[in-house]
């Protein structure tokens, strides 16, 4: 088994930046693409990002792209997402995910680990 532990979430005001961190541990060699998907009260998980194995792809979901960098650290077993231009509504706990596939997904299922999430409030 893998597991995957998030960091760096907290509270920002509107047009701040945050950078999360997801490091992996256990069976690494089984991760390979890492993804980022977020959930607000009342709402259904929504994708965020995700990052194909080697980092040479990467995806993002419309509400973020040109705000939000996805990233990763091979060396390290760690992904990034780097938010700048924060907004309200991006305020939800955030989850980072891995598939023992190269490819990154835009799909929560297609994920096989998942870590406990790490809360990002956006204040106006």
């Known amino acids: 088994q893998a597991q995957l532990v998030e960091s760096g979430g907290g509270l920002v005001q509107a047009g701040g930046s945050l950078r999360l961190s997801c490091a992996a541990s256990?069976?690494?060699?089984?991760?390979?693409?890492m993804g980022w998907f977020r959930q607000a009260p009342g709402k259904e998980r929504e994708f965020v990002a995700a990052?194909?194995?080697?980092?040479?792809?990467?995806y993002y979901a419309d509400s973020v792209k040109g705000r939000f960098t996805i990233s990763r650290d091979n060396a390290k077993n760690t992904v990034y997402v780097q938010m700048n231009s924060l907004k309200p509504e991006d305020t939800a706990v955030y989850y980072c995910?891995?598939?023992?596939?190269?490819?990154?997904?835009?799909?929560?299922?297609?994920?096989?680990?998942w870590g406990q999430g790490t809360q990002v409030t956006v204040s106006s």
């Open positions: 995910a891995g598939r023992t596939r190269f490819s990154g997904s835009y799909y929560a299922h297609e994920y096989d680990y």
């Open positions: 990052i194909s194995g080697s980092g040479g792809s990467t």
């Open positions: 256990g069976r690494t060699f089984s991760i390979y693409a």
